[in-house]
C-alpha cells in the first residue's frame, strides 16, 4: 500500500509542477538521473539540486544550472556496503543517518522508494517508509531560493518505535573528489587574553596528523582528498562558526549549520566532522543528542550555497582573503 501511495504522490507532482514557472521561480520537474528513474529536479536557472524517490531521502545532485555544469555531490552508482541487514549503497550525494554510528543502524539499507510531495512553489518533502528494523522514519525538506544557490535542508527523524531512543539527526554529504574541506578554527586569541579552552577537537584511532593531506593553521583546518592515499583520516570539532567548507576546481561549496550553546552533541561533544579515503571525502554536520520519544521528531537543519571563481592561492592568509566574504554569514540558530 505504501508503495502504491508513494507513485501517486509522484505521479502528482509531475501533473503539479510540468509547466514552467515565471521568472525568479522554481521550475521541479521529473528526470532520470545515474540511472535512477524517478529523481526531481529543482533549478531556479542559476542553481540546481537532484533529489531521488526510487530510494533515500537522497540529494543526488547540486550543482549551477548551466549545462556542463560539474555535480558537487560525488556519484557513486557502483559502490556497496554489505550489512548484516542486506546490501547498502553509498550513491554519493546528500543523506541522513542517525548518530552515533552504529552498525548494522547507521546502514540500514535505504533502497525502498520514498513518497515526495511538493511544498509551496519551491520546495519538496521525501519521507522514507517507516523502518521497523530501527524503530524511525526519515524525510527531508528540501528548499532552493527563488535566485541564487541557497538551499535549505530540513532532516527530520520521527521515532516509529515503542520506546524511547537516544539519538542525533546526523546530515552526511559525499562531495566529488579532488578537493579540499576548510574547517574554521575559533578566533585566535592570546594565552594572555584568555587561558580558557576555545573548544573540543575529536580525534580517531586511525587519525595521524602527519599525513600530509592534513593542513592545520591558526585560522583553519584543512583536509585533502588523494585518490592514491588508501588509508583513512577523520577528525571533528565542536564547530562555534557554524559552517564548512569544500574546494574543487575554484568551486566553494559552504554548509551553515546551529550550534547549541550548553548542548550535549555526539562523539565527545562534535557538530562537525570530515572524513576521507582515497578520493572519497564526506562533509558530515550533527545536532545534539536527544531522547526521542515514541511519536516525537528530531529535527537539524543545513543551508547550502556555491560561488565561482574562488582562489585561493598557496598560503592561509591568501585562503582567509578569498573565503571570507563567502562563509561570514552568521551560523544558523
Known amino acids: 500500500m505504501r508503495l502504491a501511495m508513494a507513485w501517486v504522490a509522484v505521479a502528482l507532482l509531475g501533473a503539479a509542477l510540468s ?4 521568472q525568479g521561480e522554481v521550475k521541479v520537474e521529473r528526470i532520470p538521473y545515474m540511472g535512477l528513474p524517478n529523481c526531481y529536479r529543482l533549478s531556479n536557472g542559476t542553481a540546481e539540486v537532484v533529489v531521488t524517490t526510487d530510494v533515500g531521502p537522497r540529494i543526488i545532485r547540486y550543482a549551477f544550472a548551466a549545462e556542463g555544469a560539474e555535480n558537487v555531490l560525488a556519484e557513486l552508482p557502483n559502490d556497496v556496503v554489505t550489512t548484516e541487514w542486506g546490501d547498502w549503497k553509498p550513491w554519493g550525494g546528500h543523506r541522513l543517518w542517525l548518530a552515533p554510528e552504529q552498525k548494522p543502524r547507521s546502514y540500514a539499507p535505504d533502497n525502498a522508494p520514498v513518497t515526495i510531495e511538493p511544498v509551496g512553489g519551491n520546495a519538496v518533502r521525501v519521507t522514507a517508509p517507516n523502518d521497523p528494523r530501527t524503530g524511525t522514519r526519515k524525510e527531508m525538506l528540501i528548499t532552493l531560493d527563488a535566485a541564487g544557490t541557497g538551499l535549505t535542508i ?9 520506546w524511547a531512543i537516544e539519538a542525533a539527526p546526523w546530515a552526511i554529504t559525499i562531495v566529488a573528489g579532488g578537493g579540499m574541506t576548510i574547517l574554521p578554527q575559533e578566533p585566535y586569541r592570546s594565552h594572555d587574553d584568555d587561558v580558557l579552552p576555545a573548544r573540543p577537537m575529536v ?10 593531506r592534513w593542513t592545520v593553521g591558526k585560522k583553519y583546518i584543512r583536509l585533502r582528498s588523494d585518490e592514491r592515499a588508501g588509508t583513512a583520516q577523520k577528525a571533528g570539532a565542536m564547530n562555534k562558526q557554524g559552517w564548512a567548507a569544500y574546494l574543487r576546481k575554484e568551486i566553494l561549496f559552504v554548509k ?4 547549541e550553546e550548553g548542548a550535549t552533541y555526539p562523539d565527545y561533544g562534535c557538530n562537525c566532522e570530515t572524513f576521507t579515503k582515497g578520493s572519497f571525502m564526506e562533509i558530515e554536520t550533527l545536532a545534539p543528542l536527544r531522547s526521542i520519544a515514541p511519536g516525537g521528531t528530531a529535527e537539524h537543519t543545513e543551508q547550502w550555497s556555491l560561488a565561482r571563481n574562488v582562489r585561493v592561492g598557496t598560503t592561509e592568509a591568501s585562503l582567509d582573503a578569498a573565503i571570507t566574504p563567502l562563509v561570514g554569514a552568521p551560523a544558523l540558530r
Open 256 to 259: 551553515r549549520f546551529p550550534y
Open 19 to 22: 509547466s514552467a514557472p515565471a
Open 203 to 212: 580525534l580517531w584511532s586511525y587519525t595521524d596528523f602527519e599525513d600530509p
Open 154 to 162: 530540513l532532516h527530520r527523524v520521527t521515532n516509529t518505535g515503542v
